[in-house]
């Protein structure tokens, strides 16, 4: 299926996790020219020697950190499918720090509303972009315990509904995904987290997880990331030209509500 992308550029952040770099394949055999970042510099390498992307590491928590990947990136992109992210500190709701609100907040909004402000009108410009943000089931169905997560994916999906309100109709969509629990090196490492503290082995503990914290996921398993990357290529994509502001679920069912 031709994503009609060909020779366009897209800026992926977040792109050598796994939903990241299935995204990048699928845009780079596309034709995209992508400009993939992340952390992590061998990495980054990595991924974008496999995906003949250009790599550049960077830390996205401050502005700082985002106007030096722009100086170096530039900010003549189609498209922007933003991924970085972290769950943020867990626990108690009224526990929380200072510091574990503006991790989060830093991280899963702050480095979205800093891109969109620098990236967007050049799309603008154009007459044509795309954005693709990553939220989460937690803005549908938030966790008690990971409430500075669902705080900031609630604010970057208001955030992107409002960018694609004001100007969708200049050609620019702005669109969310939401996965629920798909096998990437963050949920590895809260499942390998909560098997340490019972004593039980990571396979026993995604099966409990599952059983008593995502009893609607009737799929009964993790997804995976090569099931949510074609959702994130096409919003990205041509094909998606009559969708804006919306947050498609990728989720297995995970989300006990009808989603209107």
């Known amino acids: 299926m031709d994503l009609g992308l060909s020779g366009r550029r897209i800026l992926i952040t977040g792109a050598t996790g796994g939903i990241g770099f299935e995204t990048a394949k699928i845009l780079a055999d596309a034709g995209v020219r992508l400009t993939i970042t992340d952390l992590n510099a061998d990495a980054v390498a990595s991924a974008a020697d496999k995906v003949g992307a250009t790599g550049l590491a960077s830390d996205l928590s401050s502005k700082d950190g ?18 970085a992210g972290v769950t943020g500190a867990k626990g108690d709701p009224m526990t929380m720090t ?26 603008v410009e154009r007459g044509w972009g795309r954005m693709v943000f990553v939220t989460s089931e937690n803005v549908a169905q938030p966790y008690a315990d990971e409430t500075v997560y669902n705080a900031a994916k609630s604010a970057l999906l208001s955030f992107a509904k409002s960018v694609a309100m004001a100007h969708s109709g200049k050609g620019l969509l702005v669109n969310c995904v939401a996965p629920a ?10 499942m390998e987290k909560r098997a340490k503290a019972e004593g ?61």
């Open 66 to 83: 985002v106007d030096a990947l722009l100086a170096e990136a530039g900010t003549d992109f189609d498209g922007l499918v933003h991924l």
């Open 98 to 123: 200072e510091d574990d609100w503006q991790e989060a907040l830093d991280i899963d909004f702050m480095s979205s509303v800093r891109l969109v402000r620098h990236l967007g009108p050049r799309m």
């Open 181 to 190: 629990f798909i096998e990437t090196p963050m949920t590895d490492g809260m």
């Open 200 to 260: 039980t082995s990571v396979d026993e503990t995604i099966q409990d997880f599952l059983k008593e914290e995502r009893p609607f996921l009737k799929l009964g398993r993790r997804g995976k990331p090569e099931e949510v990357a074609p959702v994130i290529a096409f919003l990205a994509s041509e094909l998606s030209s009559f969708v804006t502001g919306a947050n498609w679920r990728v989720d297995g069912g995970s989300v006990g509500s009808i989603n209107v």
